[in-house]
């Protein structure tokens, strides 16, 4: 991908570096702007095309990488990492939105080639996944990916084909697993960091608008950052009380239910939806286990370090606790720092499948 100016040396607004760009290739003076303008428009920096380097955040920074690129019209975009240098919701967002360009007929780039150590990206983006070896580098293996788009990274296909690829990188091929081997244990996910009443909240702003809403339509009218409206709405898609279909934002059953309930009962449908998620499963277990049915939160604190490295485990055990909170699921005692179950919380609701 071409690197962007503002992300260099470059002090002038992203705008002019653009039309300095196009110029040198040696378009006449109205194509170059109606390119730059297309190029702007496509990567969502409308209103920015003055701002200058020290304005922008990574993300935007990446935008205008993007944008130089697709100004020329390319037929094959080539991109390297385009993702590593920005924050996972960031790259998210980027990710979905060079895909939307990407399926647009009649328009260039026809195919992109994407470098990536991601292979959770990897899946989630390309049709064809090409594995190589290091030293000498080789073709390692090809891998086709038929899953339809949009693809839903928590679907039981696409985390086959996660580890299917995994299994080539490490060299390590399985043979099958025997019938009766008991199915490997689900993949323990981070929490976005959302409180339950932002959450809550999303779900209401939701119903009073038919329970479909655009994306930045709401980071608009909630006046919130956009950074901030996806890490709520992640929170609710975890949760089954939304989906997102390409850039839309809709009510799912358990959301619809959940926001026509009472008090009460959403306060169990949340508790059903929280024991439908591994890390509250595995909490749940592991205060089974011990005498006094409590735990220690340094014990969950080194859980999430070895499970989740690139979290922050304290904003983990925050976040998971005012989940659990909000469900009468958990209690916890800040003073001894210990963790329960709530006597509310029915035993044979929280076994989970």
């Not at 009510?251 to 024991?275: C, H, N, S, T, Y």
Request: aromatic content about 6%; overall charge negative.
């Amino acid at each position: 991908m071409a690197t962007s100016p503002l992300v260099g040396r470059s002090r002038r607004p992203g705008w002019r570096d653009l039309l300095v760009l196009l110029g040198v290739a040696g378009l006449a003076p109205a194509e170059v702007r109606e390119r730059a303008s297309r190029a702007i428009r496509l990567v969502g920096l409308v209103g920015f095309e003055e701002a200058h380097p020290r304005e922008l955040s990574g993300g935007m920074k990446q935008r205008v990488g993007l944008a130089r690129a697709l100004s020329v019209d390319p037929e094959i975009l080539f991109m390297d990492e385009p993702f590593s240098q920005v924050d996972a919701l960031t790259a998210e967002s980027l990710r979905a939105e060079l895909l939307d360009i990407w399926v647009a007929k009649n328009r260039n780039p026809r195919s992109i080639l994407l470098v990536s150590h991601d292979i959770k990206e990897v899946v989630y983006m390309a049709d064809r996944v090409i594995v190589l070896s290091a030293n000498p580098g080789r073709v390692r293996s090809v891998v086709e990916n038929p899953l339809p788009r949009p693809r839903d990274y928590r679907s039981p296909e696409f985390l086959a084909l996660v580890d299917r690829i995994h299994e080539i990188i490490t060299g390590h091929e399985l043979p099958d697993v025997p019938v009766s081997a008991p199915p490997p244990a689900p993949a323990v996910e981070p929490l976005p960091h959302a409180s339950p009443a932002e959450i809550v909240g999303l779900l209401e702003y939701l119903d009073a608008r038919g329970g479909a809403q655009e994306l930045f339509r709401i980071a608009v009218d909630t006046n919130q950052e956009f950074g901030r409206v996806i890490a709520v709405t992640k929170a609710a898609e975890m949760l089954n009380f939304v989906d997102t279909p390409k850039r839309m934002v809709l009510l799912d059953v358990e959301g619809k239910r959940f926001v026509k309930a009472g008090p009460d009962q959403q306060k169990e449908i949340w508790r059903e939806q929280l024991l439908k998620l591994p890390l509250f499963r595995e909490i749940l277990d592991l205060i089974r286990r011990e005498p006094d049915q409590r735990i220690d939160r340094d014990l969950l604190l080194d859980i999430f370090v070895l499970g989740m490295p690139y979290e922050d485990p304290e904003l983990m055990f925050d976040t998971m606790a005012a989940w659990a909170r909000y469900g009468d699921l958990f209690a916890y005692d800040e003073t001894a720092e210990k963790l329960w179950l709530q006597e509310s919380a029915p035993l044979a609701a929280a076994t989970g499948p």
